[in-house]
T-cell receptor, first 114, second 115 residues
Framework: DAMVIQNPRYQVTQFGKPVTLSCSQT?????MYWYQQKSSQAPKLLFH???????NEADTPDNFQSRRPNTSFCFLDIRSPGLGDTAMYLC?????????????FGQGTRLTVV | AQKITQTQPGMFVQEKEAVTLDCTYD???????LFWYKQPSSGEMIFLIY??????QNATEGRYSLNFQKARKSANLVISASQLGDSAMYFC????????????FGPGTSLSVIP
């Protein structure tokens, strides 16, 4: 039944060691999002895709990259994780455009950088 | 500038009582949608309810209702008959027509239901 699936659920990585988080969806939604959520804070949008069109938020560090090879999959690459990148990373999808389409979230990946 | 404000960092409510969680927003776009999400300690964001800027009536979904006051730019969530399982973080979110696909979140309110 899971519609947005994130792997892994928990990830521990070393300072500076590249890490990739994955997200897949069975909803066939055009839009996919990556959010970073630090402890006790709101989710912060890092970037999103409309199909293959990539939209980066102005304040997203260059250390964060993303790939969307097809409609179903999206990846978040952190090239050189720092301690401050420890957070929950949430993937979400929605139908295209418009104001009245909610975002569907995966269960998140809790990333710890040590 | 903060687009969504939730002024209650933490709230307590007695089981079976009703509770209102506040949300105010800022937009110049006449067309927008407002959403409420629940985030339990497990981390998953669960969609609760939606209100469109052109909707004439307040949205309701089971025990959840939205008190939408467009002129005041507020969209407060009302949870009736609180249950212990309602203890979680609650986020107000907005999607503006002119921002295409972006969904942005407020800072959240932590709700604790007391037996």
């Amino acid at each position: 039944d899971a519609m947005v699936i994130q792997n892994p659920r928990y990830q521990v990585t070393q300072f500076g060691k590249p890490v990739t988080l994955s997200c897949s969806q069975t909803l066939n939604h055009n839009v996919m999002y990556w959010y970073q959520q630090k402890s006790s804070q709101a989710p912060k949008l890092l970037f999103h895709y409309y199909d293959k069109d990539f939209n980066n938020e102005a304040d997203t560090p260059d250390n964060f990259q993303s790939r969307r090879p097809n409609t179903s999959f999206c990846f978040l690459d952190i090239r050189s994780p720092g301690l401050g990148d420890t957070a929950m990373y949430l993937c979400a999808t929605s139908r295209e455009g418009g104001r009245n389409t909610e975002a569907f979230f995966g269960q998140g990946t809790r990333l710890t950088v040590v | 500038a903060q687009k969504i404000t939730q002024t209650q960092p933490g709230m307590f409510v007695q089981e079976k009582e009703a509770v209102t969680l506040d949300c105010t927003y800022d937009t110049s776009d006449p067309s927008y949608g407002l959403f409420w999400y629940k985030q339990p300690s497990s981390g998953e964001m669960i969609f609760l309810i939606y209100q469109g800027s052109y909707d004439q009536q307040n949205a309701t979904e089971g025990r959840y209702s939205l008190n939408f006051q467009k002129a005041r730019k507020s969209a407060n969530l009302v949870i009736s008959a609180s249950q212990l399982g309602d203890s979680a973080m609650y986020f107000c979110a907005m999607r503006e027509e002119t921002s295409y696909d972006k969904v942005i979140f407020g800072p959240g309110t932590s709700l604790s239901v007391i037996p």
